[in-house]
């Protein structure tokens, strides 16, 4: 557990974000938590950061949490935050398709959904409301979740930048078949959809998420759960 230097809540040290000095005393993002030395974390929005930042908030938290150390506080750091988290699930998303857990193609992700395979489901910012729907409802077919809220996650970015990440040609859907693997996917754009706040995510998520919704949670916890309401 770690506790927000802002707002003082504490949460799980993988929902928070870490800040770390650099050699030359400038305060930079550390989303994954590696840089050495003391850290602060934080767990607010951008908004809520640029506030603190504004009204100096921002740097007596963080003159407390780096001990009185001279220190720099960039005026884009919440910019760079915001950049590195996208990296960051970005990044994740290509490991995964990389270790065979990811899918693409509207006819394949479909495929699964309908067999009960689909783990999770994204779609680029500027995919086509039609298309992200179909492979909605397959999905909720498949899982037996027929007239839930269950569907897919418009991701704050385009299809270009989506494409690119995943080093394949024009990637407008993405879908999952790994539970584990959309468990890291669901913690790395959790941090990142939180941080830059609902304003600048093209669309909302699934209804029982608090951000990356397109992640089927614990299987097990949702069997309980689906057990539970029947």
């Known amino acids: 557990m770690r506790t927000c230097i802002l707002s003082r809540d504490e949460s799980p ?60 506080i960039p005026e884009d750091l919440g910019a760079r935050i915001a950049a590195a988290l996208e990296r960051s699930a970005l990044d994740r998303l290509g490991l995964e398709s990389r270790a065979g857990h990811l ?46 809220g269950l569907r897919g996650l418009a991701l704050p970015v385009s299809r270009t930048i989506l494409s690119l990440a995943l080093g394949r040609e024009n990637v407008v859907h993405a879908g999952l078949t790994d539970a584990q693997a959309a468990r890291r996917v669901s913690e790395a754009l959790d ?29 097990a916890a949702e069997d309980e759960k689906n057990e539970g309401n029947k």
């Open 13 to 72: 040290r993988e929902g928070l974000i870490r800040l770390a000095l650099s050699p030359d005393g400038e305060v930079l993002p550390d989303v994954r938590a590696k840089a050495p030395g003391r850290g602060a974390w934080i767990g607010v929005t951008r908004s809520e950061l640029e506030t603190a930042q504004a009204k100096g908030k921002l740097k007596g938290a963080l003159a407390r949490a780096f001990k009185g150390a001279a220190m720099t």
């Open 103 to 148: 899918l693409t193609g509207s006819e394949r992700i479909e495929t699964a959904a309908r067999q009960g395979k689909l783990r999770a489901l994204y779609h680029a910012a500027d995919a086509g409301s039609d298309g992200s729907g179909k492979l909605a409802q397959a999905w909720r077919v498949g899982s037996e979740r027929e007239g839930s």
């Open 191 to 219: 941090r990142w959809l939180h941080f830059i706040g609902p304003d600048r995510v093209s669309a909302p998520c699934e209804k029982q998420s608090q951000g990356a919704s397109a992640l089927e949670a614990s299987d």
